[in-house]
Structures are given as structure tokens and as C-alpha cells.
């Protein structure tokens, strides 16, 4: 059944008419017909299950609606420094299908990128989080440097771990909380003093293994680590 984000309350809406990109989408692209059923979420953890009264109107009625128990038991806030266009994106969409529930794009000392393209950005997330079967779409916090997203992250008080290819314990042998950020820095690393910061900071460092991963790639296994 497809699955379509609506960026409004659902509850109590019996009947409803689709917005029109996706009123396109129903019909153009995935052409389903009459009668047809189509799952929608807005983001309060139930998938509201409507049936296609008219196809080329968007026209939908309620049949019911159901809890999403599909969420992780653990929040995972990933802060990760900006990267290229493409590997960005990936990690926006990989990281939404697994479970991440926040992003925090991040500025380091090495970040060739300084900025991303935040309507494409959310889209993909979006689309990540209808296939993957999300109760929620997760958020895209605005870019801030790396010592600012140091605070932030205390500030919400969660426990904040970075990934560093030369720490002594492996993620997978940390305690877990409810709620954890992961730091992950950019396609050259994090510098001598972004580490020792951190450390200064309270962040623990974490290796992700023997081997040496690519930053989407760290983002990714980090991420899946702390979720299960």
C-alpha cells in the first residue's frame, strides 16, 4: 500500500481531498484507481488508511486508523557535518529508513561543503520516511558550527557520543539511553583539537570498527549500532 506524507492534523477528517502533488502522484504516476487504498501520516504516529473515491479529484474516505509501532525505542539525534551533495542526501535518506528521528547538520574545520539545498533535503527525507513506514518524518535542524552543536546537544540533554577511528571502546559496547546524539565528522575528519574538544566537552569517543569507513558510510553504521 503507498504511503504519503500530509502536512496537516488528519484526525477527524472522514472524507479528504489529496494536496495536488500528490493528487498527481496517485494518479499519473502510480495510477491507482477507484477503490483503491492508500495509507496517509501526519506525523502523530497513526497511519490513517483511506480508500480512493476519485481518482482524478484526489477524492478519499476514511476506513480506519491504526498506532504506527513501527518507531525505534531509541531517539537517535545524528549530527552530521556537512558533505558532498550526494553523500549528504544518502545519509538524509538511509539514515531516515533505519530509524534516525533528528538531523543536525553541522559546520567542521574540514567541511568542503558550507550549505545544502534544505527543500531537497526535506524531500528526500520525506520520501525515505513514506517507503521505510515511519510513524514521522524527521526533522532537518538548521546548519550550525561544530562547537554550537556541541552545546546544543548538552542543552538537550541527551547522551552525545563522536565517532573517532582511533577510540579504544566500540559503539556497540556502550551503554544506551533513550535518547542519543551521534557526531560524525566530515569526509576528512575530525581535527586533533575538534576531538579534544569534544572530549572536554563530555562527548565519549566511539570506534566504529578496525576499518576505515567513508563519512555516509560512519553515519550510517553508527547510527544502526546505537538503534539496536
Not at 477527524?12 to 494536496?19: A, R
Not at 539514515?95 to 534516525?100: D, F, K, S
Not at 566530515?186 to 566511539?206: D, H, I, M, Q, S
Request: hydrophobic content about 45%; glycine content about 6%; charged content about 30%.
Amino acid at each position: 500500500m503507498q504511503r504519503f506524507f500530509i502536512q496537516k492534523n488528519l484526525e477527524g477528517h472522514e472524507t479528504l481531498m489529496l494536496p495536488d502533488d500528490i493528487r498527481r502522484q496517485v494518479k499519473m504516476v502510480l495510477r491507482l484507481k477507484a477503490g483503491e487504498r492508500v495509507a496517509l501520516f501526519d506525523g502523530s504516529g497513526f497511519d490513517f488508511i483511506y480508500e480512493i473515491e476519485t481518482a482524478s479529484s484526489g477524492a478519499l474516505r476514511l476506513l480506519e486508523k491504526v498506532i504506527n509501532r513501527r518507531e525505534p525505542k531509541i531517539k537517535i539525534l545524528l549530527y552530521q557535518s556537512l558533505l558532498k551533495k550526494d553523500n549528504f542526501e544518502w545519509v538524509l535518506e538511509k539514515c531516515t529508513e533505519i530509524g534516525v528521528t533528528e538531523f543536525h547538520p553541522i559546520l567542521s574545520a574540514r567541511s568542503i561543503k558550507k550549505d545544502f539545498k534544505r527543500e531537497r533535503a526535506e524531500s528526500v527525507v520525506r520520501e525515505a520516511a513514506e517507503q521505510a513506514g515511519r510513524a514521522i518524518v524527521p526533522r532537518i535542524e538548521k546548519i550550525v558550527p561544530f562547537r554550537v552543536a556541541l552545546e546544543n546537544a548538552r542543552s538537550s540533554r541527551v547522551a552525545a557520543v563522536f565517532a573517532d577511528i582511533g577510540a579504544e571502546v566500540h559503539v556497540s559496547g556502550i551503554l544506551k539511553y533513550q535518547s542519543m546524539a551521534l557526531f560524525v565528522g566530515p569526509e576528512g575528519g575530525w581535527t586533533p583539537e575538534e576531538a579534544a574538544y569534544a572530549k572536554n566537552f563530555g562527548l565519549r569517543a566511539v570506534s566504529l570498527g578496525k576499518l576505515t569507513l567513508r563519512a555516509e558510510t560512519a553515519a550510517l553504521v553508527g547510527s544502526a549500532f546505537l538503534l539496536s
